[in-house]
């Protein structure tokens, strides 16, 4: 990939990723829904840029790879200030890292085995659950005060947790579908033009 295309969906993604860092400084600032405000329109642009590029065929392997990049910048960095700030523990930030570096690493594999795989609607699902738990934590102060949650822990934290949970059940469904039975097949199709 020496050059991005940058057309209508990539551009978004492009803005969705800049609007990591704004994100953040306004979650430590304590400007928390000025920080929803943004989040919201990041997540907005992530379901617009997918829209326009499958109705106007604007799909490319650029775009394949940044979208859930931006995605990932996004979730992780923002649980990064919610642990910061002690909204959340930090054994979700370390589960959500280890997964994001499987899910990374996994997509380095593929893309130089030239296996570019786009995500899957259980990915997706489980994308918009994990959004959806974030965009709760913003709101941890009204939530809890609201609805006393169970020690140690806060709804938050247990929305969080939740969403790791599908995460991890998506990334295993991923990996096999994406990861073993392609690189098989791939595998199997190079022994035949090796017989060949």
């Given at each position: 990939?020496?050059?991005?295309?940058?057309?209508?969906?990539?551009?978004?993604?492009?803005?969705?990723?800049?609007?990591?860092?704004?994100?953040?400084?306004?979650?430590?600032?304590?400007?928390?829904?000025?920080?929803?405000?943004t989040?919201?329109?990041?997540?907005?642009?992530?379901?617009?840029?997918?829209?326009?590029?499958?109705?106007?065929?604007?799909?490319?392997?650029?775009?394949?790879?940044?979208?859930?990049?931006?995605?990932?910048?996004?979730?992780?960095?923002?649980?990064?200030?919610?642990?910061?700030?002690?909204?959340?523990?930090?054994?979700?930030?370390?589960?959500?890292?280890?997964?994001?570096a499987?899910?990374?690493g996994?997509?380095?594999?593929?893309?130089?085995?030239k296996?570019?795989?786009?995500?899957?609607?259980?990915?997706?699902?489980?994308?918009?659950?994990?959004?959806?738990?974030?965009?709760?934590?913003?709101?941890?102060?009204?939530?809890?005060?609201?609805?006393?949650?169970?020690?140690?822990?806060?709804?938050?934290?247990?929305?969080?947790?939740?969403?790791?949970?599908?995460?991890?059940?998506?990334?295993?469904?991923?990996?096999?579908?994406?990861?073993?039975?392609?690189?098989?097949?791939?595998?199997?199709?190079?022994?035949?033009?090796?017989?060949?």
């Open positions: 990939m020496n050059r991005i295309s940058l057309n209508v969906p990539n551009v978004l993604t492009l803005f969705r990723s800049a609007l990591v860092p704004v994100t953040v400084i306004l979650i430590f600032y304590g400007l928390t829904m000025a920080a929803f405000a989040y919201v329109v990041a997540c907005a642009t992530d379901l617009l840029d997918g829209i326009i590029a499958r109705k106007f065929n604007m799909i490319t392997e650029e775009g394949i790879l940044l979208d859930p990049l931006a995605d990932k910048l996004m979730a992780v960095f923002v649980i990064v200030a919610f642990v910061s700030i002690g909204v959340v523990p930090a054994f979700i930030l370390i589960i959500l890292l280890i997964k994001e499987l899910m990374i996994g997509g380095v594999f593929l893309y130089y085995r296996i570019v795989t786009p995500s899957n609607a259980f990915g997706k699902i489980a994308t918009v659950i994990l959004n959806t738990a974030m965009g709760f934590a913003f709101f941890y102060k009204q939530i809890d005060a609201f609805w006393p949650p169970p020690p140690f822990l806060n709804w938050p934290s247990i929305f969080l947790s939740f969403a790791l949970f599908i995460m991890i059940v998506a990334l295993f469904q991923y990996a096999y579908f994406n990861l073993f039975r392609k690189f098989r097949n791939q595998r199997k199709e190079e022994k035949l033009s090796d017989n060949n």
